[in-house]
């Protein structure tokens, strides 16, 4: 099984940074995107942004500017760096993946638990 861990959510005053972190373990043969979606209250799950393993990019117009997706392959971890947050960026946040299985070599696409940002004066 692949899991996904993220860290780095929390409390931040609005205008404030914060700088989100996912990795991924266990039989993993190979991952090509990663991606951060949310979800706040009342609303569908969004995609923020995502990276394959290439350095490609791709972002919610209403987060571009402000937030900035990256990768280190070597270590299987996505980072996501939030910056000048707004209230309305307020959601629980989900690392993505789309890889293959070591064993299998079967298409995996594992979720992580989520963190919560909260972005609140």
């Known amino acids: 099984q692949v899991q996904l861990v993220e860290s780095g959510g929390g409390l931040v005053q609005p205008g404030g940074s914060l700088r989100l972190s996912c990795a991924a373990s266990g039989s993993i043969f190979s991952i090509n995107r990663m991606a951060w979606y949310r979800q706040a209250p009342g609303k569908e799950r969004e995609l923020v942004a995502g990276?394959?393993?290439?350095?490609?990019?791709n972002y919610a117009d209403s987060v571009k500017g402000r937030f900035t997706i990256s990768r280190d392959n070597a270590r299987n971890t996505v980072y996501l760096q939030m910056n000048s947050l707004k209230p309305e960026d307020t959601a629980v946040y989900y690392c993505?993946?789309?890889?293959?299985?070591?064993?299998?070599?079967?298409?995996?696409?594992?979720w992580g638990q989520g963190t919560q940002v909260t972005v609140s004066s």
């Open positions: 993505n993946a789309d890889g293959l299985d070591l064993s299998s070599k079967f298409p995996i696409s594992p």
């Open positions: 990276i394959t393993s290439g350095g490609s990019t």
